[in-house]
């Protein structure tokens, strides 16, 4: 017999491993390893370049501007590549 002050307490629990997400087929990746001293220096220097360091607004956007600078500098600089161009067409 239970007395009011027992409860009973039922858990369900299910572990699972981290879940991977695959990119989209076609989605570009910048080839950070391409990254050395020489084109470090040209990173910085195109960076520096762009008109999008403005310091006025809304924190948010200018962290979004300022990273969206870094992308597209580095993807100029260092190259990009797609997931899935390893693989031999016609395999």
Same mark, same amino acid.
């Given at each position: 017999?239970?007395? &009011?002050?027992?409860?009973?307490?039922?858990? &369900?629990?299910?572990?699972?491993?981290? %879940?991977?997400?695959?990119?989209?087929?076609?989605?570009?990746? %910048?080839?950070?390893?391409?990254?050395?001293?020489?084109?470090?220096?040209?990173l910085s220097k195109k960076i520096r370049r762009e008109d999008k360091?403005?310091?006025?607004? &809304?924190?948010?956007?200018?962290?979004?501007?300022?990273? &969206?600078?870094?992308?597209?500098?580095?993807?100029?600089?260092?190259?990009?590549?797609?997931?899935?161009?390893?693989?031999?067409?016609?395999?």
């Amino acid at each position: 017999m239970l007395n &009011d002050t027992t409860r009973l307490l039922v858990l &369900d629990v299910e572990i699972r491993g981290a %879940v991977r997400r695959k990119r989209k087929v076609g989605v570009h990746k %910048v080839k950070w390893l391409n990254l050395n001293e020489e084109n470090a220096r040209k990173l910085s220097k195109k960076i520096r370049r762009e008109d999008k360091w403005k310091l006025e607004g &809304d924190l948010n956007r200018i962290w979004e501007e300022m990273a &969206d600078c870094i992308r597209r500098s580095a993807r100029k600089v260092l190259g990009v590549s797609r997931e899935g161009s390893r693989r031999m067409k016609g395999a």
